[in-house]
């Protein structure tokens, strides 16, 4: 029997709202749906019978899964047992697989059909067995895999402690390889609350989530707080401009999450001009801040747009500019969120800045990551004081609003000028013919380093690298101008839509040595 548990522990949500509103569906699962009384009784259930199997707090559960009810369904039955949810993406190679499950050592993987493959793949190459098995009412539901105990390690049983970890999420590792961050049932219930107090969910909402859930955004950007307000999450596993543009007509989508891509692929949909967008009265961007002729497109849709920073560590919700701030500060990543404390320091110094300045964001709340697991020289690394340093180079202004300029690392030294690639991009992404851009700075014998561009151009409209490079020069120091232009088919990009910059630089290099080879 499930003991009762902490005060901000998630377990708690379903068994409120299968008391207040059992029958309302908590999730549209591609037209199978789930009530909250279903929701709540199959993932107790679960929880009950995995603690029966021997598993306890803090064994981690793994997944190799799309977006699912089934997913859901684990998640709270973890959440209500102590056990720590680890999805995993898959969109990794094998070898990338195995190496975050030999970080997680879960208890247990849980694999979807479709990606058996995958899984096995990886499987294959660790060197200790794994107890495996499958989501769901005809999977884990049914039938419990014991765990595999290779150590004499005790099995913990006690009630659920709002500091218990709940989610381990690995980074995106476009810089390094991925860590695993620990978060608390408090951090994911302080981020959820700081949410709702910028960006509303009511239980008569239907939210559209696309956002993978092996990404943090996929649980703590809308869908636990509709799950906590008692609301209809749509969940899709991909995404799909056209079949996204239906669902907002047919489901009544009212509000949803994206990047500003989404947004962008949305808007050039052919159907977009006619689709009904009348009930989608809010939705909330992410990633990177809504350009200003894409924000007027939506806007004359009469769809409010919430814009935001935010970081895996920090669960994710830090910075917010609401719909209301949108056209006077294009741009800007806006304010803390409630509950949220942010400052600005001295890159080199580490020293607190005041007022208008420019430097390393620090974040402070409960919402702060516990830690990356079993890395402690990592931890230590961005947990100082307890601030927890982003590693991004942030602008405050004198209302107190804050622009992400870009990535500390990813920011190059050209003959002693500090360069942003985000500034570029910005400036490139200005272009008519430019649909996608990614900058490095890159080796360079006379200047320490230059900035190359790698474009993906839009079709239908002509250019070269002449005329973007011309098209910079009117609108940027010389020193910030690209020295060149490479035009490629696509950017590679993180689940997170974040540009793997460090791939393009490695690149680079290779393409740099095999042409000093062929001299």
């Known amino acids: 029997m499930i003991e009762r548990d902490g005060l901000h522990t998630l377990g708690r949500w379903t068994r409120d709202r299968a008391i207040a509103t059992p029958h309302r569906v908590a999730v549209d699962d591609r037209g199978v749906v789930l009530t909250y009384i279903d929701l709540d009784c199959r993932s107790t259930n679960l929880a009950e019978s995995l603690l029966q199997a021997g598993y306890g707090v803090g064994d981690r559960i793994a997944t ?6 089934d997913h859901v369904v684990l998640f709270f039955a973890c959440a209500k047992a102590g056990f ?21 050592d879960p208890a247990l993987l849980l694999i979807e059909e479709e990606f058996s ?55 995106s590792g476009t810089l390094e390889q991925a860590k695993a961050a620990i978060l608390t049932h408090a951090n994911c219930f302080w981020t959820n609350l700081s949410l709702s107090r910028t960006a509303e969910i009511t239980r008569g909402d239907t939210v559209l989530a696309v956002m993978p859930q092996y990404h943090v955004g996929g649980w703590n950007i809308q869908p636990l707080l509709a799950w906590w307000m008692g609301a209809t999450v749509v969940l899709e596993r991909t995404f799909d401009p056209g079949r996204v543009l239906k669902l907002i007509a047919d489901r009544g989508i009212t509000t949803m999450m994206g990047v500003p891509a989404n947004y962008l692929i949305l808007a050039e949909h052919p159907a977009f001009a006619t689709t009904d967008l009348s009930s989608l009265s809010h939705a909330i961007v992410g990633g990177a801040p809504m350009p200003e002729p894409l924000l007027r497109v939506w806007h004359e849709r009469g769809v409010a747009l919430t814009q935001g920073y935010g970081l895996t560590e920090a669960s994710p919700n830090v910075l917010c500019l609401p719909d209301e701030e949108a056209r006077s500060h294009i741009g800007s990543a806006g304010k803390p969120y409630p509950h949220v404390e942010v400052a600005v320091t001295d890159p080199i110094t580490g020293e607190i800045l005041q007022g208008v300045c420019t430097g390393e964001l620090m ?53 002693g000028e500090s360069v942003a690639p985000a500034e570029i991009e910005g400036i490139l992404f200005g272009h008519p013919a430019v649909a996608d851009v990614s900058v490095v700075g890159v080796p ?30 009117s609108l940027l120091a010389r020193f910030k101008v690209p020295k060149q232009i490479i035009f490629v088919a696509e950017i590679p990009r993180s689940a997170s839509n974040k540009a793997m910059r460090r791939a393009l630089l490695a690149e680079w290099k290779t393409a740099s040595e095999n042409r000093e080879d062929a001299k």
């Not at 993406?89 to 990338?96: A, D, N």
């Not at 290779?150 to 049983?157: A, G, L, P, S, Y």
Request: charged content about 25%; some cysteine.
């Open 84 to 104: 720590i949810l680890v999805p995993l993406s898959w969109r990794l190679t094998p070898r990338e697989l195995a190496q975050q499950l030999e970080t997680a």
């Open 444 to 473: 360079d014998d006379r200047w320490g380093e230059v900035g190359v561009a790698w474009v993906v151009l839009r079709s239908g409209v002509a250019t070269d690298e002449t005329d973007l490079l011309t098209f910079c020069s």
């Open 117 to 171: 493959s995958l899984a096995g793949e990886a499987l294959n190459r660790l060197l200790s067995p794994m107890a495996v098995g499958s989501l769901g009412a005809h999977g884990i539901e049914r039938k419990i895999v014991s765990p595999i105990r290779t150590t004499t390690e005790e099995v913990i049983r006690r009630p659920v402690r709002d500091d218990d970890a709940l989610l381990l999420i690995f980074t």
């Open 64 to 69: 190799v899964t799309g977006n699912s009810a």
């Open 363 to 415: 974040v402070r709340g409960p919402g702060v990551f516990a830690g990356y697991f079993r890395a402690p020289d990592a931890t230590k690394a961005v947990l100082r004081n307890g601030w927890l340093a982003t590693g991004d180079l942030v602008s405050r202004d004198e209302d107190g609003n804050y622009r992400i300029i870009d990535r500390i690392k990813d920011i190059f030294i050209t003959g």
